[in-house]
């Protein structure tokens, strides 16, 4: 079994700065494809960004393209941590971000297989 935890989220002022870690248990974390997604009040989940198990590979909702930059520890390393630094941030960034293991592109976009709790971002002045 997988467990996903997130942290990192907080109150930041408009074109400030702060990242998100995502930490997972299970031997086989590292070969995971891993996803961050977001959820805002009376919205639906969005996808916002993905990364693939070794790091050569991501890509980001159009929204926060040049803005956030999503990044993994080594796979080798002993402790896989799974990253989301967010740059110049907009009140619409306003969320509870949520970070996703064992992930995959299907015909209607990214799914993925555990699920954190999520911590809230908010954008405020």
């Known amino acids: 079994q997988v467990q996903v935890v997130e942290s990192g989220g907080g109150l930041v002022q408009p074109g400030g700065s702060l990242r998100l870690s995502c930490a997972a248990s299970?031997?086989?974390?590292?070969?995971?494809?891993m996803g961050w997604f977001r959820q805002a009040p009376g919205k639906e989940r969005e996808f916002v960004a993905h990364?693939?198990?070794?790091?050569?590979?991501?890509?980001?909702?159009d929204s926060v393209k040049g803005r956030f930059t999503i990044s993994r520890d080594n796979p080798r390393n002993t402790v896989n941590t799974v990253y989301l630094q967010m740059n110049n941030l907009k009140p619409e960034d306003t969320a509870a971000y949520y970070c996703?293991?064992?992930?995959?592109?299907?015909?209607?976009?990214?799914?993925?297989?555990?699920w954190g709790q999520g911590t809230q971002v908010t954008v405020s002045t």
């Open positions: 299970g031997r086989t974390f590292r070969t995971y494809n």
């Open positions: 996703a293991a064992d992930c995959r592109t299907v015909d209607t976009g990214t799914v993925c297989d555990y």
């Open positions: 990364i693939n198990w070794s790091g050569s590979s991501r890509y980001y909702a």
